[in-house]
C-alpha cells in the first residue's frame, strides 16, 4: 500500500561499474527513506553518450528488468526516467552517421552537432522505439525529460527551431520564402504583432505536439495502462515556444491521467523567503495552466548533489512549502548523476523518513484538493501570442509578465490563487503585465463592473493603450525611469498611520523597478495611499492608488526578472500600506499581518475553511497576527509540521500564531 504523499526516487547507476552495489545501497534507501516508486535514470547527464542505440537501451533495461522485480517484492513501484528526447546541449558530442536526424537550429542559423528537430521524422520513429521498449516493462510512469522544449539546448543561442525544413513551414504559412533573420524580426517586432508571431508560436506548439504523438502512440501500442509523465521547466520561457499545456499533456497522457514533475525553483540553496516567490511565480503558475486532475510531482533535485549544495533542512522545507500545490507526491534527485551512487553520509533518509508523516496526514485532510481563496492573480496561456515586445531583439521578450502579483502578494502576506478565467464576479483581480490584451473590450469591462481589481504599471498602460483607461479613472501616464531622479521614495499621506508613524517612507531607489506617473481623470473619485517624491522632499507623483472605490493602481512595473522581485518593493510598509488599501476595497481574504514571509495559502472545502502556513523566514513567527475574514467559530484546530507551534484565539476575527522558521501549519475553520 503506497502512502498518500509518494516519494520517486531517481535513482543513478552506471551498470557494469557499480550496479551490484548501487542495488543493495538503493534497497537500504528506499527502507530508511519511505520511498514509493523509484525512478531509473537511462544515459543520464555525465554518462549520457548521445541518442543512444537500442543496443545500449539493452543494458537499461536489464537493469530496470531486475530492480523492478526486487522493488516490487517491498510493494515500491518502478519508473522509467529515460534523460534524453530532444537532447539537452551538445556537451562537446555529435550525432554520428548512423543518426541522420535533422539538427535543430537556433534563429541566428547556428546548428546544433547533437541536439535534434523535433520534428524529424526519422527521430520520431526512433525515440517512439525507445518509449516502446519501455512500455514493456512493468512499470508507473514514463517519463519525458525537460529536455522536450525548443529552448535551452546549449551552444544554440535562445534555442530552436529555425531549420530549413521549419523555415519552410514558416514560408509556406506566410505564403512567401522568408529569410530566417525576417522571420524572426517578425517575431518580434515591437508593437501591435506581426502575423509571424502567430506563425511562429502555431508551428512551434505543432512540433512539440507532434513529437508528443510519436512517444504516445509508441507507448500505446505495447500498453495501454502505463501512464506517460511530462517534466517541464519556466512557464514564461516554455509561453516564448508557444506551449499548449492542455493539449501536450493530454496527448502524452494517451488516454491516462496526465502527470507532470513542475519544475521547483532552487537547483542549490537560497533564502527560503527568496524561494518561496519563485515558487509562486514558477511552480504555482505552471501547475495553474495543467489540464484538471493532473497528477502532479514537482522536482526536488539539489544539482550538483551533495549538501554543499543543499542542506537536508532546506529540501525538507521544499517538500512543506510545495503542499497547496495538491500533490500527488515528490520526485528526489539528491545524488551524482556520475555514477557515484547513493550517500549515505548526506543523510537525506531520516529527514525524509520523519517528514512523511506530516506530509501524508497533510494529504489525507483533502484541504489542498479544496477551492483555493485569496486575490485571483489573472494570467493566460496565449499572452506570447498578444504582448507587445518593446524592443524586438530577443525571444526573452515573449516572455509573459503578468504573475507579477503572484510573486509580491504571498511575500507580503496576502493569499493569492492564479485563475485563466477573465469572466468572474465578486472578487479581488489582480491584474499585471499586458494579460488584459488577451480579452475582448466586453470581457475586460465586465471584469471591472464586477470585481476589485489591482493593477500594476504596465497592466495600467495596456488598459489604456486598449483605450479603456475609464475603467480606471486614468486620462494618461507616463514612465518614470528607476533612477532618473523623479522619485527616490513613497510616503504615506496625512492622517494615516503604518509602521506606528505618520508620513511612512518606503524606499523606491536603485533596487526598485520603473514606476507610472498617473494623470487621473477629474471626475474620478481618487483615494491616494502613497504619494512619490525625489531626494528634495518634493511629491512628483501620485503613488499606491485607489480609484473609486474599487480599483487599485500599483504603480511599479517593467519588470526585468520574471521569477523574482526587485527586492526593494519588499517592505513592511508596503505589507501594510497594500493590505489597507486592498481591505478599503473590500478584498475578503485573510492577511498575516507583521511577520515577514509567514505566507497564507487558504481552501475552502464543503465543510471548513482552511489557511496553510509556511514560514519562509530564517526567523520564528512570534504572536503573528492572522487576521481572517470570517468569524471565528469554537472549533478551531491545527496540524504543524514541528514542536513549538501553536495557534491563539485573539478578540475579533484575528488568530495569533507561533511557527519556527522553515515550518508549516495547517489550521482548520469550521464554517
Ligand atoms: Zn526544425
Same mark, same amino acid.
Request: charged share 25%; glycine share 6%.
Given at each position: 500500500?503506497?502512502?498518500?504523499?509518494?516519494?520517486?526516487?531517481?535513482?543513478?547507476?552506471?551498470?557494469?561499474?557499480?550496479?551490484?552495489?548501487?542495488? %543493495?545501497?538503493?534497497?537500504?534507501?528506499?527502507?530508511?527513506?519511505?520511498?514509493?516508486?523509484?525512478? @531509473?535514470?537511462?544515459?543520464?547527464?555525465?554518462?549520457?553518450?548521445?541518442?543512444?542505440?537500442?543496443?545500449?537501451?539493452?543494458?537499461?533495461?536489464?537493469?530496470?528488468?531486475?530492480?523492478?522485480?526486487?522493488?516490487?517484492?517491498?510493494?515500491?513501484?518502478?519508473?522509467?526516467?529515460?534523460?534524453?528526447?530532444?537532447?539537452?546541449?551538445?556537451?562537446?558530442?555529435?550525432?554520428?552517421?548512423?543518426?541522420?536526424?535533422?539538427?535543430?537550429?537556433?534563429?541566428?542559423?547556428? %546548428?546544433?552537432?547533437?541536439?535534434?528537430?523535433?520534428?524529424?521524422?526519422?527521430?520520431?520513429?526512433?525515440?517512439?522505439?525507445?518509449?516502446?521498449?519501455?512500455?514493456?516493462?512493468?512499470?508507473?510512469?514514463?517519463?519525458?525529460?525537460?529536455?522536450?522544449?525548443?529552448?535551452?539546448?546549449?551552444?544554440?543561442?535562445?534555442?530552436?527551431?529555425?531549420?530549413?525544413?521549419?523555415?519552410?513551414?514558416?514560408?509556406?504559412?506566410?505564403?512567401?520564402?522568408?529569410?530566417?533573420?525576417?522571420?524572426?524580426?517578425?517575431?518580434?517586432?515591437?508593437?501591435?504583432?506581426?502575423?509571424?508571431?502567430?506563425?511562429?508560436?502555431?508551428?512551434?506548439?505543432?512540433?512539440?505536439?507532434?513529437?508528443?504523438?510519436?512517444?504516445?502512440?509508441? @507507448?500505446?501500442?505495447?500498453?495501454?495502462?502505463?501512464?506517460?509523465?511530462?517534466?517541464?521547466?519556466?512557464?514564461?520561457?516554455?509561453?516564448?515556444?508557444?506551449?499548449?499545456?492542455?493539449?501536450?499533456?493530454?496527448?502524452?497522457?494517451?488516454?491516462?491521467?496526465?502527470?507532470?514533475?513542475?519544475?521547483?525553483?532552487?537547483?542549490?540553496?537560497?533564502?527560503?523567503?527568496?524561494?518561496?516567490?519563485?515558487?509562486?511565480?514558477?511552480?504555482?503558475?505552471?501547475?495553474?495552466?495543467?489540464?484538471?486532475?493532473?497528477?502532479?510531482?514537482?522536482?526536488?533535485?539539489?544539482?550538483?548533489?551533495?549538501?554543499?549544495?543543499?542542506?537536508?533542512?532546506?529540501?525538507?522545507?521544499?517538500?512543506?512549502?510545495?503542499?497547496?500545490?495538491?500533490?500527488?507526491?515528490?520526485?528526489?534527485?539528491?545524488?551524482?548523476?556520475?555514477?557515484?551512487?547513493?550517500?549515505?553520509?548526506?543523510?537525506?533518509?531520516?529527514?525524509?523518513?520523519?517528514?512523511?508523516?506530516?506530509?501524508?496526514?497533510?494529504?489525507?485532510?483533502?484541504?489542498?484538493?479544496?477551492?483555493?481563496?485569496?486575490?485571483?492573480?489573472?494570467?493566460?496561456?496565449?499572452?506570447?501570442?498578444?504582448?507587445?515586445?518593446?524592443?524586438?531583439?530577443?525571444?526573452?521578450?515573449?516572455?509573459?509578465?503578468?504573475?507579477?502579483?503572484?510573486?509580491?502578494?504571498?511575500?507580503?502576506?496576502?493569499?493569492?490563487?492564479?485563475?485563466?478565467?477573465?469572466?468572474?464576479?465578486?472578487?479581488?483581480?489582480?491584474?499585471?503585465?499586458?494579460?488584459?490584451?488577451?480579452?475582448?473590450?466586453?470581457?475586460?469591462?465586465?471584469?471591472?463592473?464586477?470585481?476589485?481589481?489591482?493593477?500594476?504599471?504596465?497592466?495600467?498602460?495596456?488598459?489604456?493603450?486598449?483605450?479603456?483607461?475609464?475603467?480606471?479613472?486614468?486620462?494618461?501616464?507616463?514612465?518614470?525611469?528607476?533612477?532618473?531622479?523623479?522619485?527616490?521614495?513613497?510616503?504615506?499621506?496625512?492622517?494615516?498611520?503604518?509602521?506606528?508613524?505618520?508620513?511612512?517612507?518606503?524606499?523606491?531607489?536603485?533596487?526598485?523597478?520603473?514606476?507610472?506617473? @498617473?494623470?487621473?481623470?477629474?471626475?474620478?473619485?481618487?483615494?491616494?495611499?502613497?504619494?512619490?517624491?525625489?531626494?528634495?522632499?518634493?511629491?512628483?507623483?501620485?503613488?499606491?492608488?485607489?480609484?473609486?472605490?474599487?480599483?487599485?493602481?500599483?504603480?511599479?512595473?517593467?519588470?526585468?526578472?520574471?521569477?523574482?522581485?526587485?527586492?526593494?518593493?519588499?517592505?513592511?510598509?508596503?505589507?501594510?500600506?497594500?493590505?489597507?488599501?486592498?481591505?478599503?476595497?473590500?478584498?475578503?481574504?485573510?492577511?498575516?499581518?507583521?511577520?515577514?514571509?509567514?505566507?497564507?495559502?487558504?481552501?475552502?472545502?464543503?465543510?471548513?475553511?482552511? @489557511?496553510?502556513?509556511?514560514?519562509?523566514?530564517?526567523?520564528?513567527?512570534?504572536?503573528?497576527?492572522?487576521?481572517?475574514?470570517?468569524?471565528?467559530?469554537?472549533?478551531?484546530?491545527?496540524?504543524?509540521?514541528?514542536?513549538?507551534?501553536?495557534?491563539?484565539?485573539?478578540?475579533?476575527?484575528?488568530?495569533?500564531?507561533?511557527?519556527?522558521?522553515?515550518?508549516?501549519?495547517?489550521?482548520?475553520?469550521?464554517?
Amino acid at each position: 500500500m503506497k502512502d498518500s504523499f509518494q516519494y520517486i526516487f531517481r535513482f543513478c547507476c552506471d551498470p557494469g561499474f557499480n550496479d551490484v552495489r548501487e542495488t %543493495e545501497a538503493l534497497m537500504r534507501l528506499c527502507e530508511e527513506a519511505k520511498i514509493d516508486d523509484v525512478c @531509473v535514470f537511462a544515459n543520464v547527464e555525465e554518462l549520457n553518450t548521445g541518442h543512444m542505440t537500442y543496443e545500449e537501451q539493452e543494458i537499461w533495461l536489464r537493469l530496470m528488468r531486475s530492480l523492478a522485480k526486487r522493488l516490487s517484492r517491498k510493494g515500491i513501484s518502478l519508473s522509467v526516467n529515460q534523460w534524453h528526447s530532444v537532447m539537452h546541449a551538445d556537451l562537446g558530442k555529435a550525432l554520428p552517421a548512423r543518426q541522420p536526424f535533422r539538427r535543430m537550429v537556433d534563429p541566428f542559423g547556428n %546548428e546544433a552537432k547533437l541536439c535534434i528537430c523535433p520534428l524529424c521524422a526519422e527521430w520520431q520513429r526512433y525515440i517512439g522505439g525507445l518509449y516502446a521498449r519501455y512500455a514493456a516493462l512493468d512499470a508507473s510512469i514514463l517519463w519525458v525529460e525537460d529536455d522536450f522544449r525548443l529552448h535551452n539546448h546549449d551552444p544554440l543561442i535562445w534555442g530552436g527551431c529555425f531549420c530549413d525544413e521549419h523555415m519552410r513551414l514558416y514560408s509556406r504559412k506566410a505564403g512567401k520564402t522568408l529569410s530566417r533573420e525576417e522571420f524572426v524580426s517578425g517575431v518580434l517586432r515591437p508593437g501591435q504583432p506581426h502575423p509571424y508571431r502567430k506563425i511562429w508560436l502555431d508551428t512551434a506548439r505543432d512540433t512539440m505536439l507532434s513529437a508528443a504523438q510519436a512517444i504516445a502512440d509508441a @507507448v500505446r501500442q505495447v500498453n495501454p495502462a502505463v501512464k506517460i509523465g511530462l517534466m517541464s521547466s519556466v512557464p514564461q520561457i516554455h509561453a516564448a515556444e508557444g506551449r499548449d499545456w492542455r493539449a501536450l499533456l493530454s496527448t502524452l497522457a494517451a488516454g491516462q491521467p496526465p502527470v507532470c514533475r513542475v519544475h521547483l525553483p532552487a537547483y542549490q540553496e537560497m533564502a527560503p523567503g527568496s524561494y518561496l516567490t519563485r515558487f509562486h511565480t514558477v511552480s504555482m503558475l505552471c501547475a495553474s495552466l495543467l489540464p484538471e486532475g493532473t497528477e502532479i510531482y514537482p522536482e526536488l533535485e539539489n544539482y550538483p548533489y551533495s549538501l554543499l549544495s543543499k542542506s537536508r533542512r532546506f529540501t525538507r522545507f521544499q517538500l512543506l512549502s510545495a503542499l497547496p500545490m495538491n500533490l500527488r507526491g515528490m520526485t528526489l534527485d539528491l545524488y551524482d548523476l556520475n555514477g557515484n551512487g547513493i550517500v549515505e553520509a548526506d543523510g537525506y533518509e531520516a529527514m525524509l523518513r520523519q517528514t512523511k508523516p506530516f506530509l501524508n496526514r497533510m494529504q489525507k485532510t483533502g484541504a489542498f484538493r479544496g477551492k483555493r481563496l485569496g486575490v485571483r492573480v489573472l494570467v493566460s496561456p496565449r499572452s506570447s501570442y498578444t504582448l507587445h515586445t518593446s524592443k524586438g531583439q530577443s525571444m526573452e521578450e515573449l516572455y509573459p509578465q503578468d504573475a507579477f502579483f503572484g510573486g509580491l502578494l504571498p511575500a507580503l502576506g496576502i493569499p493569492f490563487a492564479y485563475t485563466t478565467d477573465p469572466d468572474m464576479a465578486n472578487e479581488t483581480v489582480a491584474v499585471a503585465g499586458q494579460v488584459l490584451r488577451n480579452y475582448t473590450e466586453e470581457q475586460i469591462e465586465s471584469l471591472f463592473r464586477k470585481n476589485r481589481v489591482l493593477l500594476n504599471g504596465d497592466a495600467a498602460e495596456t488598459l489604456l493603450d486598449l483605450g479603456l483607461g475609464r475603467l480606471a479613472g486614468i486620462r494618461s501616464l507616463r514612465w518614470m525611469p528607476q533612477n532618473g531622479g523623479e522619485y527616490t521614495y513613497e510616503e504615506s499621506l496625512p492622517g494615516t498611520e503604518y509602521r506606528g508613524r505618520e508620513h511612512v517612507r518606503a524606499s523606491a531607489v536603485i533596487s526598485a523597478s520603473d514606476a507610472v506617473c @498617473v494623470d487621473y481623470a477629474p471626475e474620478a473619485e481618487m483615494r491616494e495611499f502613497t504619494s512619490f517624491f525625489d531626494s528634495f522632499r518634493r511629491r512628483t507623483a501620485p503613488g499606491q492608488t485607489l480609484a473609486n472605490g474599487r480599483v487599485m493602481i500599483f504603480p511599479f512595473g517593467h519588470m526585468e526578472d520574471v521569477m523574482a522581485l526587485p527586492p526593494m518593493l519588499l517592505s513592511a510598509a508596503r505589507q501594510e500600506i497594500l493590505q489597507d488599501m486592498l481591505l478599503c476595497a473590500g478584498a475578503a481574504v485573510p492577511m498575516t499581518e507583521s511577520a515577514p514571509y509567514l505566507i497564507p495559502y487558504c481552501f475552502e472545502t464543503a465543510d471548513a475553511r482552511w @489557511v496553510y502556513l509556511v514560514n519562509g523566514s530564517l526567523d520564528d513567527a512570534e504572536n503573528a497576527p492572522l487576521r481572517l475574514p470570517w468569524a471565528i467559530k469554537k472549533s478551531l484546530s491545527w496540524d504543524a509540521s514541528a514542536a513549538g507551534a501553536q495557534v491563539e484565539m485573539r478578540i475579533g476575527q484575528r488568530l495569533n500564531v507561533f511557527l519556527p522558521s522553515m515550518e508549516a501549519m495547517l489550521i482548520r475553520l469550521e464554517k
